[in-house]
């Protein structure tokens, strides 16, 4: 990973206490970080910016996490994505089926949301 590149990261997740604090775990590690409280308007920043890395909640009130993963790759865009989840009938195996680069459940701790992020960002850029 390039040094001079700040990376951004965009958060979906509709539950507004854990997108502040997803939002700001990853500003205190420097990256850009735009948020979305749902699909309809995270749909609207991907096509308006460019995005390096998904996080985004498996549930929300306007479609859930794998509609939008479905949309980018119907557009043809390639990027990391992480499916956060706090369904215990959601696992890693069915995230990764379902188009997800990388899982977490919730609630995860900053080091596990940093640890994921780093790994898919190193992962992606090789």
Known sequence: MSATKRFT?????D???????????LLAENFQVLSADGGNTAWDLLQSHEVDLL???SAMPDGN???LISKLE???KSLPILVLSGYLSLDENSAKKRG???YLRKPATA???VSAVMALLHS???
Do not use: W
């Open 111 to 113: 080091d596990e949301l």
């Open 55 to 57: 996080v985004t909640d």
């Open 65 to 67: 996490g794998f509609q």
């Open 15 to 25: 539950e507004e206490a854990l997108r502040e604090f997803l939002v700001d775990t």
């Open 124 to 126: 992606h850029a090789a």
């Open 100 to 102: 997800a680069t990388a």
């Open 9 to 13: 990261i965009l958060i979906v997740e």
């Open 74 to 76: 119907k557009q043809g």
